[in-house]
């Protein structure tokens, strides 16, 4: 992939740099270049099965209404886990010693690592988000709470080898936090293939904090992912308006509906995009077919067994030592340590 790096690297960004809220605040662009994802949009559009990586949600506007989706009373997953952050956070900080390097993959608002930043006390924060300006404008707000805190806000794909800054100490424990379940977006080989790259980014002595949303009633799931406000439907149908602009494409939102359901063989959560006539798109020049019926596969949501799941990532070269969860059940926190290398 290829990379770049500068302290602050985009229009919105460049305006601050010398201001002193930048103080203590690193940004580090390693985005993916537009070839990159002209390839990569077109090659799921133009599958039999069409599909659009679930990274494309999340422009500025993509992760306004995620963090939206995270209030509402049908979903679950946020609430819930903030309250095991809360209720394990001394367990935690204790595991993680004092002046470690804390790792967010998808920080977005990094509104649950505040719930553990006092109790931590890490000598730095390194959130990893793709979209660039939310990212960096959530970085400054941080560092604002957080005086002491020194932040390294890194724009990348995290899906990818992630790149931890040069800035930071070599010697100190990498700890990384990837909350959310957003690991039930990969499908299970590309799931364990990140969590691989996690291991080698936080080496020998490194952990993981990860958050999982369990396997339950089908009901309660699709709530989840069909709000009665549609905000669930309006971020599915605003990830149109972000190829629009990536390609200067002409999807018409107007022409297709949002659609969610549980895949009980699968154990997933499928969400679609769904034409509602027959139509013709462009995007990177590139004319894109649907009939009437004819959907876009926009995510998979995997939903785990805990104890399949403390199987599976020791095939990534992790080891469960801790695992919290709410007395239903319904999402649990897991504590991996690295295993030592054979």
């Known amino acids: 992939m290829p990379q770049t790096q500068t302290q602050v690297q985009s229009n919105a960004t460049a305006k601050s740099r010398n201001s002193n809220t930048d103080q203590g605040v690193f940004f580090y662009d390693y985005n993916i270049e537009e070839t990159d994802q002209r390839e990569e949009i077109l090659t799921g559009l133009q599958q039999q099965r069409k599909n659009i990586s679930a990274k494309y949600f999340y422009d500025e506007r993509g992760s306004q209404l995620f963090e939206a989706i995270t209030g509402l009373p049908e979903y679950y997953p946020t609430r819930t886990e903030i309250s095991l952050l809360k209720q394990f956070q001394n367990e935690i900080a204790q595991e993680a010693g004092t002046q470690a390097v804390l790792v967010e993959y998808g920080s977005g608002a990094s509104t649950k690592i505040r719930l553990l930043l006092e109790a931590l006390r890490p000598q730095a924060y390194v959130p990893m988000d793709i979209s660039k300006d939310f990212l960096y404008d959530c970085a400054i707000q941080l560092r604002k709470e957080f005086p002491w805190l020194e932040i390294h806000a890194t724009c990348l794909d995290y899906r990818e080898r992630a790149r931890l800054p040069h800035r930071l100490s070599p010697n100190a424990k990498k700890v990384a936090f990837f909350p959310g379940s957003s690991l039930g977006n990969f499908a299970p080989a590309d799931a364990l293939l990140f969590l691989k790259g996690v291991r080698e980014t936080v080496g020998e002595n490194g952990a993981l904090l990860i958050g999982v949303d369990l396997q339950k009633d089908v ?39 949002h659609y969610a359901f549980y895949n009980a063989e699968h154990h997933r959560i499928e969400m679609r995009l769904v034409s509602e006539l027959d139509q013709m798109a462009s995007i990177f020049g590139e004319r894109i077919l649907f009939k009437k019926g004819e959907h876009i596969v926009t995510e998979y949501s995997y939903k785990f067994k805990a104890s399949d799941f403390m199987e599976f990532v020791r095939g990534a070269g992790f080891c469960g030592k801790h695992y919290w969860h709410d007395a239903e059940e319904k999402f649990g926190l897991f504590w991996l340590e690295a295993m030592e290398s054979d």
């Open 219 to 257: 009901d309660e799931l699709e709530a989840a992912y069909n709000d009665v406000q549609g905000v669930t439907a309006e971020f599915n149908l605003n990830v149109l308006r972000h190829l629009n602009q990536l390609g200067n494409g002409n999807f018409n939102v107007e022409h297709f509906h």
